[in-house]
């Protein structure tokens, strides 16, 4: 694609439009390449492998998942002026993606351990419609915050926890069949649980991470402050914002961040205070449009204005 086709598919996304096959085609590039030259483990894989179906699976899981059920796509090209920026941002898009994948997938796989274990176990039982119990100890709820829930599990003392090195082509247990049982009827000694609160002390005990929250805009297509890719991202985003703001919305932006009344500001500016509002307005759009980068670009932003105009 080259960046006068991407102006054209950009502007029909904006105007809400289905993506076109050319956008499709791009996405497709963006993963392929991420995928054969990043170097990424094989267990990120749906089957343990890298090859073309794999590619192809991600592509359709990762567009599906993300770009079109969450509106992904739609934030990327609200914040990629440029081919070379949209680029970058679904690259770490498809690369959080797999990662949060194999997160749920680890998840997913000690719930349904634990659930398999109440089940199947005569010495637990129901205690109403989500509460398990032992079958010899009473059945009054765990009552307790999740300071109370933490201690209760390190209350248990040492287990042996397994772990593969990254490489390795499946899913930690964690525990082995007999540490579970001991973690289990240990904790519900505390009270009757329900299998999610079990998980949560599993969680806490052995530091399992969790996937952040969602948001209307991803936070993690922001990625992390040291990583460099997302401080080229990150000068792109700068460069992009400071091309869209008008001379007067760079004054009155600067003006803010020096807690210069609005009419204080007009008087400056020789406008109204009415003007000072809309610019405003067109500011905090701009950069709602960054989503969770913005104070970052923010900062980058004010830091050149304030040295342009040194």
């Known amino acids: 694609m080259t960046e006068i086709e991407y102006q054209t598919v950009r502007a029909s996304v904006l105007r809400r439009e289905d993506p076109p096959a050319a956008l ?8 392929s390449l991420l995928i054969r030259t990043a170097g990424l483990p094989a267990h990120y894989s749906p089957y343990g492998v890298w090859s073309d179906e794999a590619i192809e699976e991600v592509l359709a899981d990762w567009i ?13 090209m609200q914040r990629a002026p440029g081919l070379r920026v ?4 679904a690259e770490t898009s498809v690369r959080q993606y797999l990662i949060d994948s194999l997160k749920r997938s680890q998840s997913s796989n000690l719930f349904d351990r634990v659930s398999r274990c109440l089940e199947n176990d005569a010495r637990f039982e129901q205690a109403g419609s989500a509460h ?4 010899d100890e009473p059945a009054e709820p765990f009552v307790g915050d999740d300071r109370d829930l933490l201690a209760a599990a390190w209350s248990l ?6 772990r593969y090195e990254p ?3 499946k899913l930690s247990p964690l525990l082995d069949g007999d540490e579970l049982d001991r973690f289990l009827t240990g904790m519900l000694k505390q009270g009757a649980m329900s299998a999610a609160t079990i998980m949560q002390a ?4 052995f530091a399992i991470e969790d996937q952040a929250p969602e948001a209307a805009i991803d936070p993690e297509l922001g990625g992390g402050d040291q990583e ?11 460069t992009a914002t400071l091309a869209e703001l008008t001379s007067r919305q760079a004054a009155v932006l600067v003006g803010l961040d020096q807690e210069i009344s609005g009419s204080e500001l007009a008087g400056q500016l020789g406008c109204s205070a009415g003007t000072i509002s809309y610019e405003r307005r067109q500011i905090e759009d701009i950069l709602a449009r960054l989503g969770t980068d913005a104070p970052a670009v923010l900062k980058r932003v004010l830091d050149a204005l304030f040295k342009d105009n040194a």
């Open 202 to 205: 599993l969680r806490m005990r």
């Open 132 to 135: 398990w119990q032992l079958c």
């Open 228 to 238: 460099p890719e997302y401080e080229a991202l990150l000068a792109d985003l700068v």
């Open 86 to 89: 949209f680029r970058r941002m």
């Open 24 to 31: 499709i085609d791009e996405c497709r590039r963006v993963v």
């Open 64 to 76: 599906e998942v993300r770009l079109v059920s969450r509106g992904q796509l739609l934030a990327i």
């Open 157 to 162: 003392g040492e287990f042996t926890v397994i």
């Open 167 to 169: 490489e390795a082509r």
